[in-house]
């Protein structure tokens, strides 16, 4: 069983950055995060490979940059220009031997 710690939500105006970390506790194949805001499914953000390619939700494109630590088994997500629309739980998500882990998830506030 993965387990995986995130930290790095809280509440930011609107305009703002947060840096999202979840640290896994062993390598990790694809990393990457995902969001649920109230009343809306979970979505994807971004997702990282072990090699390093990303993919990102077209909504998050050019404010937010995912990337990693193979080293000490992190995925880092740096979420600028922030909107009230990015309310949300965001949750970090691993992918180990086609196996998917989530985070309890970290709770992002933007205020207008």
């Known amino acids: 069983q993965v387990q995986l710690v995130e930290s790095g939500g809280g509440l930011v105006q609107a305009g703002g950055s947060l840096r999202l970390s979840c640290a896994a506790s062993?390598?990790?194949?694809?990393m990457g995060w995902y969001r649920q805001a109230p009343g809306k499914q979970r979505e994807l953000v971004a997702v990282?490979?072990?090699?390093?390619?990303?993919n990102y939700a077209d909504s998050v494109k050019g404010r937010f940059t995912i990337s990693r630590d193979n080293a000490e088994n992190t995925v880092y997500m740096l979420m600028n220009s922030l909107k009230p629309e990015d309310t949300a739980v965001y949750y970090c998500n691993a992918v180990r031997n086609y196996i998917a882990s989530w985070g309890k998830g970290t709770l992002v506030t933007v205020s207008s």
């Open positions: 062993v390598s990790i194949d694809a």
């Open positions: 990282i490979t072990s090699g390093g390619s990303t």
